[in-house]
């Protein structure tokens, strides 16, 4: 159980368009969606949470028009970079938590997007 | 505040043990385990939560001193699967529960 998946896993992109990356639990419903970027050899940062049906709460210093956060359903968070430049290449990774007493506390992960942008 | 991780790096041959420390300055509610391996993303080891607990599965086990706001993960035995670098994730409760990660440990197990 616990099983979030990612799409793509890898995208290279042109600078000034935007990319979408998608975030699916497969087998437990989300209440609480997380974003991170990772750059090499670093921590996790969190980027922004989001919750079912209401707007993302984004961390100090990151641009909410830049990384646009939709949470549509109680199984699906998207991550928009918008007009991306060469400095937002990064491993983008998704965490979901969910709802009910086996899920509730923890944070499993999707298997990350690496995006470059030329 | 970001929790602080040490050691910053460990090397170990294989059958050897390891301690890696995880302390924060904030008042914790839970703090959670993390083994990543490099490409990938992080895979969810333990959590344990307020109350100071020890948990554990086969030879990884960790304890949380809440008291002291310090928890530490013990790998016994190691194997090569092992390696890759650890971190931990501290949350102070709240609604959404979101995590602050540390640093992280790279441990290294060599045959």
């Known amino acids: 159980g616990a099983v979030v998946s990612q799409h793509p896993s890898r995208v290279i992109c042109k600078s000034g368009t935007s990319v979408k990356i998608e975030c699916r639990s497969l087998d437990f419903q989300a209440t609480t969606m997380f974003w991170y970027r990772q750059f090499p050899k670093q921590s996790l940062m969190l980027m922004a949470t989001?919750?079912?049906?209401?707007?993302?709460?984004?961390e100090q210093g990151v641009e909410k028009d830049k990384f646009l956060i939709n949470h549509a359903s109680l199984t699906l968070s998207t991550l928009t970079v918008t007009s991306a430049h060469p400095e937002d290449s990064s491993f983008y990774i998704c965490?979901?938590?969910?709802?009910?007493?086996?899920?509730?506390?923890?944070?499993?992960f999707g298997p990350g997007t690496r995006l470059t942008v030329t | 505040q970001q929790p602080v991780q040490s050691p910053q790096a460990v090397i170990l041959r294989e059958g050897e043990d390891a301690v890696i420390n995880c302390s924060s300055s904030?008042?914790?509610?839970?703090v959670h385990w993390y083994r990543q391996k490099h490409g990938e993303a992080p895979v969810f080891l333990m959590i344990?939560?307020?109350?100071?607990e020890q948990k554990g599965h086969e030879k990884i086990s960790a304890s949380f001193n809440e008291k002291k706001q310090q928890s530490s993960l013990y790998l016994t035995a190691s194997q090569l699967s092992y390696s890759g670098t650890y971190f931990c994730g501290t949350s102070s409760g709240g609604s959404n529960y979101k995590l602050t990660f540390g640093k992280g440990t790279l441990l290294t197990v060599n045959p």
């Open positions: 965490s979901a938590r969910g709802r009910g007493q086996s899920y509730s506390y923890e944070q499993y």
């Open positions: 344990l939560l307020k109350g100071g």
């Open positions: 989001s919750n079912e049906g209401s707007k993302a709460t984004y």
């Open positions: 904030k008042a914790l509610y839970s």
